[in-house]
């Protein structure tokens, strides 16, 4: 059995290509779980706040070929995602380049 930390890092392996897109945006993003052994794309924004990357419908898959659109959410500083996202958009299309305007948008409808 896979150790939490070995999960991790494949985890993160299997999505660097979109890591590595939110980080040319200037976020420092990385792969966490969010509780319960649910996955996500999180990146803490200058503010304080979290952006919070999952599936369009569930928390992000850990296998990429059953990921399925996007999520994204951006919750208050020092939440644990209890109180639920200021802003959420979603897309059916889980194409790396369709990620970027749900993020841009959600940081947009918050500021």
Do not use: C, K
């Amino acid at each position: 059995m896979a150790s939490n930390a070995d999960a991790m890092t494949t985890g993160e392996d299997r999505y660097r290509d979109v890591l590595d897109l939110l980080r040319e945006e200037g976020m420092l993003a990385v792969f966490t779980q969010t509780g319960g052994g649910n996955a996500a794309l999180e990146a803490r924004l200058p503010d304080g706040r979290t952006l919070l990357v999952t599936d369009e419908e569930d928390s992000l898959s850990w296998n990429r070929e059953e990921h399925r659109g996007w999520g994204v959410g951006i919750y208050r500083e020092g939440t644990e995602y209890d109180d639920g996202p200021l802003a959420f958009e979603s897309t059916d299309d889980g194409a790396p380049a369709a990620l970027l305007p749900l993020v841009r948008a959600v940081i947009a409808s918050t500021t």
